[in-house]
C-alpha cells in the first residue's frame, strides 16, 4: 500500500512540474500586419495599431499550444487617413457595428524543429470562418528577470469577402495577406 501511495505522489508532483505556461504578447516588440493587391497593380499594406495576443503552451516546444489575438479595428493604419476612415465606415469594417476581430486557435500542430500549422477561428464582421496559418518559432531566450520569452512568425491568406468586409473589384484584392510578428513573454 505504502508503494501505491508513493507512487501516486510521484505521479501528482511530476503532473505539477508539466504545468502550462501562459505567454503574453510584448507589444513593442511585435506587430499585427496585413497586405492587399491595389487596382490589380500593386500591394498596400496595413498594421492594426493596437491588439493583444495570449499563448498557453503545455510544452516548451509549444506542441498543442493555444493561442488567442483580439485586434481593435478602429486603429487600422494604412499610411493614409482617407483610406483608413474609408476602411473604418461600413463600406468595409463598420467599425461602430464590428469593433474588432479575433482569432482563436483550434489546434497548434508541430510540422517541423521550429515550424507549425496553427488553424483556428477568425470572427470578424460578425462572421467566423476557420483559417490555417503558417507559424515560426523565431527563436527563445531567457529575460533579464529570468522569464522565457519566444518569437514568433505567422502568414497566411484569405478571401475578405468571405467575411463581407467589402465588395469584391480592382480597387482593393479580395485576398489579404496575414503577416504578424509577435515577442510573447512567459507570466
Known amino acids: 500500500m505504502k508503494k501505491i501511495n508513493v507512487l501516486l505522489a ?8 508539466m504545468a502550462q505556461t501562459t505567454y503574453k504578447v510584448d507589444k513593442s516588440h511585435s506587430s499585427l500586419g496585413f497586405s492587399i493587391s491595389h487596382l490589380l497593380i500593386s500591394e498596400v499594406d496595413g498594421k492594426f495599431k493596437s491588439f ?21 479595428i478602429s ?30 486557435s483550434t489546434s497548434f ?3 517541423g524543429e521550429k ?6 477561428d477568425l470572427t470578424m464582421h460578425g462572421v467566423t470562418k476557420p483559417v490555417t496559418l503558417d507559424v ?5 531566450t531567457t529575460g533579464r ?21 467589402g465588395k469584391s473589384g480592382p480597387g482593393a484584392g479580395d485576398e489579404v495577406t496575414l503577416n504578424a510578428k509577435a515577442e510573447f513573454k512567459a507570466q
Not at 493583444?52 to 481593435?72: G, H, M, Q, R
Not at 487600422?76 to 487617413?81: H, P, Y
Open 10 to 17: 510521484a505521479l501528482f508532483i511530476t503532473g505539477s512540474v
Open 136 to 140: 515560426t518559432l523565431t527563436g527563445t
Open 109 to 111: 500542430n508541430k510540422t
Open 75 to 104: 486603429t487600422i493604419d494604412t499610411n493614409n487617413e482617407g483610406r483608413d476612415k474609408h476602411l473604418r465606415s461600413a463600406d468595409f469594417f463598420d467599425v461602430e457595428k464590428f469593433p474588432t476581430l479575433t482569432f482563436k
Open 145 to 165: 528577470d529570468g522569464k522565457k520569452i519566444a518569437g514568433f512568425k505567422a502568414t497566411g491568406t484569405f478571401n475578405r469577402i468571405d467575411w463581407g468586409v
Open 115 to 120: 515550424t507549425y500549422k496553427v488553424t483556428g
Open 52 to 72: 493583444d495576443a495570449t499563448i498557453v503552451s503545455p510544452t516548451d516546444d509549444f506542441a498543442d499550444a493555444t493561442v488567442e489575438l483580439t485586434a481593435d
